[in-house]
């Protein structure tokens, strides 16, 4: 069991020195938080992040790491077509990494 962790370990370490995308999602333990709140309810606005953690970070920080995953083109944000004031953020361009690297935790977990 403690190899699991120590492997699971060694793929956050590996997954924050590298470059691109897994380097963002796993730069800050927020960074992560954000991105997976973001990809489970596959579109989120900054209010309902802000709520969902309000004790881990503040407005700035998470309005700095949303504005960053867009610059980066990994985050994509869109205005609600009725309501201009919404916008709302995705993680559509890191469903493959993210997926991937889920199924190949799930497979150090369950070995």
């Known amino acids: 069991m403690n190899s699991k962790f120590l492997q699971i370990s060694e793929d956050l370490i590996n997954n924050s020195n590298t470059k691109g995308e897994m380097s963002y999602i796993f730069k800050t333990k927020i960074h992560s938080i954000i991105v997976f709140n973001i990809f489970g309810n596959r579109k989120i606005t900054f ?33 609600d077509k009725k309501d201009k004031r919404k916008k709302y953020y995705n993680c559509n361009n890191l469903r493959e990494v993210i997926t991937k690297w889920f199924h190949r935790n799930r497979v150090i977990f369950s070995s």
């Not at 503040?58 to 867009?70: A, E, K, M, P």
């Open 47 to 79: 209010e309902d992040l802000c709520k969902n953690l309000t004790n881990v970070a503040s407005r700035t920080t998470i309005q700095s790491i949303l504005i960053d995953g867009v610059n980066k083109d990994y985050l994509s944000k869109e205005v």
